[in-house]
C-alpha cells in the first residue's frame, strides 16, 4: 500500500517562512491536499490541487510538487499557524493515505 | 454554509459494535462522497473508508475490510459508520468528510466536528 513520509517536526521563527515536505510514490501521479489540525479540533483543509486555497485560507500558505515530494509553504509564519499539519494523496489503485504528520512550532 | 454534524461519543465494551452518524447541510448530499478518517490518541490519521450516497459504493481500507460498514440515509441527508468487533485499540475520534476531487487530486472538505469513540471494559 502507499505511505506518505513526513518529517515528525519543524520549527519556525515568527514572520520566517518554514517548508513541510511530504515523500510519497503516488505524488508522482497525484497531488496531495494538505490539512491543518489544532489540539481537539477537526482538521481543516488548507491547500489541494495543484496550489488551490479553499475560501478563507491566508495566501501565506502555499504548495508545490516536485517528483515524489509534495510541499506546503508557509510564507510569513504567524502565532495562529502552530498546529499539525498532514498531507493526504489516493493512487491509481484507489489507496487513500495520510501523511505521517508534522507539527509545526512558531518560536 | 456547508457542514457535517457527528452523533456524540460512545463509550463501548470490547467485542461490542458502535455505530456514528454524520449528517450534511448546504449542499446535495448525493452528489458527494462521504469519507470516514479516525484518529487514535497522539496519533495521526488514518483512513477508514468511502461511500457515495448516490448509488451505495463504498471502497474500505483493507485493514477495515469485514469489520466496517457505511450506509447512507439520503431521506435525512445522513451517513453512518458500524464499526464491529471492538478493541481497546479502536478507542479514537472518528471523523467524517466530504469527498471533492477531479482527474489529478482528492481532497476532503469540510469535516465533521469528530465522534469519540472508546473501548474499555
Known amino acids: 500500500s502507499s505511505e506518505l513520509t513526513q518529517d515528525p517536526a519543524v520549527s519556525v521563527a515568527l514572520g520566517q517562512t518554514v517548508r513541510i515536505t511530504c515523500q510519497g510514490d503516488?505524488?508522482?501521479?497525484?497531488?496531495a491536499s494538505w490539512y491543518q489540525q489544532k489540539p481537539g479540533q477537526a482538521p481543516v483543509l488548507v491547500i489541494y490541487?495543484?496550489?488551490n486555497r479553499p475560501s478563507g485560507i491566508p495566501d501565506r500558505f502555499s504548495a508545490s510538487t516536485s517528483g515524489n515530494t509534495a510541499s506546503l509553504t508557509i510564507t510569513g509564519a504567524q502565532a495562529a499557524d502552530e498546529a499539525d499539519y498532514y498531507c493526504?494523496?489516493?493512487?491509481?489503485?484507489?489507496?487513500?493515505?495520510f501523511g505521517t504528520g508534522t507539527k509545526v512550532t512558531v518560536l | 454554509q456547508v457542514q457535517l454534524v457527528q452523533s456524540g461519543a460512545e463509550v463501548k465494551k470490547p467485542g461490542a459494535s458502535v455505530k456514528v452518524s454524520c449528517q450534511a447541510s448546504?449542499?446535495?448530499?448525493?452528489?458527494?462522497?462521504i469519507n470516514w478518517v479516525r484518529q487514535a490518541p497522539g496519533q495521526g490519521l488514518e483512513w477508514v473508508g468511502w461511500?457515495?450516497?448516490?448509488?451505495?459504493?463504498?471502497n474500505y481500507a483493507q485493514k477495515f475490510q469485514g469489520r466496517v460498514t457505511l450506509t447512507t440515509d439520503t431521506s435525512t441527508s445522513t451517513s453512518y459508520m458500524e464499526l464491529r468487533s471492538l478493541t481497546s485499540d479502536d478507542t479514537a475520534v472518528y471523523f467524517c468528510?466530504?469527498?471533492?476531487?477531479?482527474?489529478?487530486?482528492?481532497?476532503?472538505?469540510?469535516w465533521g466536528q469528530g465522534t469519540l469513540v472508546t473501548v474499555s471494559s
Open positions: 448546504g449542499y446535495t448530499f448525493s452528489s458527494y462522497g
Open positions: 503516488s505524488l508522482r501521479s497525484y497531488y
Open positions: 461511500i457515495s450516497p448516490y448509488n451505495g459504493n463504498t
Open positions: 468528510a466530504r469527498d471533492l476531487m477531479n482527474a489529478m487530486a482528492s481532497w476532503f472538505d469540510p
Open positions: 493526504y494523496s489516493r493512487d491509481s489503485s484507489d489507496n487513500h493515505v
Open positions: 490541487g495543484k496550489d
